[in-house]
């Protein structure tokens, strides 16, 4: 049951009959909230936001460049359960997951040689509820240290 | 039992009439102005949108932005070159869609540029040329008179500047991704990147070639331009990216050309700052010949859009 409304309302906001509501307001959680966990790090401008369902995953690839600082800040909208990323480099080893480190939003990085990442973000569920799963918005942001 | 199906019937009853009010908005959004119809003419099956729209907001790929390109440069150690930049004289010549998305993109990389090296005399005259930009794509809010006003109050103060930069960049991304125009988002990407690729490529001196980090950075840019053509093919039935696609895709092969090597990685997190180093990876090389092939190319692509 709780698989098929799961679906359901992954099917509707894919087929947009909510989406550009929901986009909406990713826009303006992404703004307000979510780029306050860049803290001192220049946000680079870009835009990476979506509605996600509990259980449900994104993947973001990006090339980080050496002899830069970065700071990647992953956040869910209220009501979600805690967002769990991975950070993988070119070859799939794993970098950094946070969820041993108490699911925390952000993380600091530099590289000794440019390389491509991928980021894995995931909805974690809540233990044992079989009600309607939550969804909202995630939203994947970068910065720098601007020298 | 019974309860959960009273429960799924009403579920699948609200459902249908969201789906029914997603009809009539997306009738009423056709009401277009003539730029947005230019890029987005093309009407999708349901099946592909769906598909695209996955694609686009599931899977993403993100390009460095003409601010992190403008950071980039600077952390080379080189010089600000004005004559590298679009003129701002230009912005009269844009009146398409494509073009005016191009310029965006290739103007905010100069307005970054500008920003990143203090070249305060060409901060405004930048975002007045994005924001021309901006208003003839119809993106609201992206740029306005507050923020050429903000930009000028705080001319000297670097941190502003920068942060309006990064906003007008995020706002005009944001606007396009809620209003369902990727194609434009893609095009203002390329159009920034492209400029960022032309401006570093023409600061390298051939004299100073080898061990040069500019070069370096260049090299590097071999991942992103495969990440741009990868974005652009999503929307390869768009007119205006299908003509951007050829020469892009010719630069790739130039790029192919450049040697880069993979290796697993390791963590060293500094414990003081908190910031974790990533040891080891990809090296590339370059020979001056391909090199010198990516600069023409790219300068060629560069110059038909900003005629």
């Not at chain 2, 905010?108 to 930009?133: G, P, R």
Request: hydrophobic share 40%; glycine share 6%.
């Amino acid at each position: 049951m709780r698989q098929l409304i799961k679906v359901l309302i992954v099917a509707v906001v894919l087929a947009g009959g909510t989406g550009n509501v929901a986009n909406a307001q990713c826009k303006g959680f992404a703004k307000s909230l979510c780029k306050k966990e860049l803290g001192a790090y220049l946000h680079d401008g870009n835009y990476h936001a979506a509605v996600l369902v509990e259980g449900e995953e994104a993947e973001l690839y990006k090339t980080f460049y050496s002899d830069m600082e970065y700071r990647v800040a992953i956040c869910g909208a209220d009501g979600l359960p805690p967002i769990e990323f991975t950070i993988f480099d070119s070859t799939g080893k794993i970098l950094y997951n946070n969820k041993g480190d108490g699911y925390k939003k952000f993380w600091d990085f530099k590289l000794e040689a440019s390389q491509q990442l991928k980021i894995v973000v995931k909805v974690t569920t809540f233990p044992g509820t079989n009600e309607i799963p939550a969804s909202g918005c995630v939203a994947i942001m970068f910065g720098f240290i601007t020298k | 039992m019974n309860k959960k199906l009273n429960y799924l019937r009403g579920l699948i009853l609200l459902i249908v009439v969201t789906l029914c009010f997603s009809v009539i908005s997306c009738k009423s959004r056709q009401n277009k102005t003539e730029a947005e119809k230019t890029i987005t003419e093309k009407k999708q099956p349901n099946a592909e949108l769906l598909e695209q729209y996955k694609s686009a907001e599931k899977v993403f790929n993100a390009l460095p932005t003409p601010l992190e390109i403008a950071q980039i440069i600077k952390g080379t150690g080189a010089t600000f070159d004005e004559t590298l930049l679009n003129q701002v004289d230009n912005q009269s010549n844009y009146t398409t869609s494509k073009s005016m998305a191009l310029n965006l993109g290739i103007y905010t990389c100069d307005l970054s540029f500008a920003s990143m090296y203090d070249q305060t005399t060409h901060i405004v005259n930048y975002m007045s040329a994005a924001e021309k930009m901006a208003k003839g794509l119809g993106i609201m809010d992206a740029i306005d008179e507050n923020t050429i006003e903000k930009l000028e109050q705080n001319i000297n103060n670097r941190d502003v500047i920068m942060e309006v930069v990064s906003e007008t960049f995020l706002n005009s991304q944001s606007y396009l991704e809620d209003d369902e125009q990727h194609a434009v988002a893609a095009t203002i990407i390329a159009g920034g990147f492209i400029e960022g690729l032309y401006i570093s490529t023409n600061l390298v001196d051939m004299k100073k070639f080898k061990g040069n980090k500019l070069v370096s950075t260049i090299i590097d840019q071999k991942m992103s331009v495969d990440d741009l053509v990868r974005l652009l093919e999503t929307y390869s039935d768009n007119a205006a990216i299908q003509e951007l696609l050829g020469p892009l895709k010719d630069l790739k092969a130039s790029f192919d050309k450049v040697e880069r090597s993979k290796a697993p990685s390791q963590t060293v997190l500094d414990p003081k700052t908190g910031v974790t180093e990533i040891k080891g990876a990809a090296r590339g090389e370059i020979k001056p010949e391909t090199f010198l092939e990516i600069r023409n190319k790219v300068t060629e692509i560069r110059n038909v859009y900003v005629k």
